[in-house]
């Protein structure tokens, strides 16, 4: 059910259309889209060097349903982002995902995890407080938000 995308040397082997699946599930959750190339981009080995991005996909029959983004730094580690299908929310997936992964990037040496959140999105937030996430900060007016309107980001840690 969930496949790391990225090995131990941070090399990403999703496919283009893969990178499309995954930009498509992005786009039904949030204004600001990410394209499949703005995401390949995220994981091409620049200079030789990999990136600091690694993640995961969730499969249900062969089909991409959902996916995890990590920035890692040393012993920390960021949710860029996390998201699920609309179709297949409230079925414990993310949650077992964040589960898999949080046992995974601990067994190899990560002990900080973090995120930032917009203030309205309280069904994340909701998300992240069930897997004993705390708030740790506000960064005022982090998020433009349209129409000269902004929203404060709420940073969570474990
Ligand atoms: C946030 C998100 C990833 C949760 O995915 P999910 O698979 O539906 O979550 P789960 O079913 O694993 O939920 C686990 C727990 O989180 C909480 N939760 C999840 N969605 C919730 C919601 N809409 N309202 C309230 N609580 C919620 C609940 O405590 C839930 O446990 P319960 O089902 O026993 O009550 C999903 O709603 C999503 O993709 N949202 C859009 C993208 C996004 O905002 N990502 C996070 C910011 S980067």
New binding site residues.
């Given amino acids: 059910m969930f496949e790391p995308f990225t090995n131990t040397a941070g090399i990403c082997n999703l496919s283009d259309t893969q990178f499309a699946d995954i930009a498509q599930i992005h786009a039904?959750?949030?204004d600001k889209n990410w394209s499949a190339s703005n995401i390949k981009q995220m994981f091409l080995t620049k200079n030789g060097k990999t990136t600091a991005y690694i993640g995961s996909i969730v499969k249900k029959d062969a089909q991409i349903v959902?996916f995890i983004i990590w920035q890692t730094m040393f012993d920390e580690a960021e949710?860029?982002?996390?998201?699920?299908a609309k179709q297949?929310?409230?079925?414990?997936?993310?949650?077992?995902?964040l589960e898999y992964e949080l046992k995974h990037l601990k067994q190899n040496g990560v002990v900080k995890f973090f995120?930032e959140?917009s203030e309205y999105?309280?069904?994340?937030i909701?998300?992240y407080?069930?897997?004993n996430f705390t708030k740790t900060s506000i960064r005022k007016k982090y998020y433009k938000i349209g129409a000269g309107k902004t929203a404060d980001a709420h940073v969570y840690s474990l």
Avoid at 79 to 84: E, F, G, S
């Fill in positions: 039904q959750s949030f959902g949710i860029i982002t996390v998201t699920i297949y929310r409230h079925k414990g997936i993310a949650k077992q995902l995120l959140v999105n309280i069904n994340a909701a998300f407080k069930s897997l």
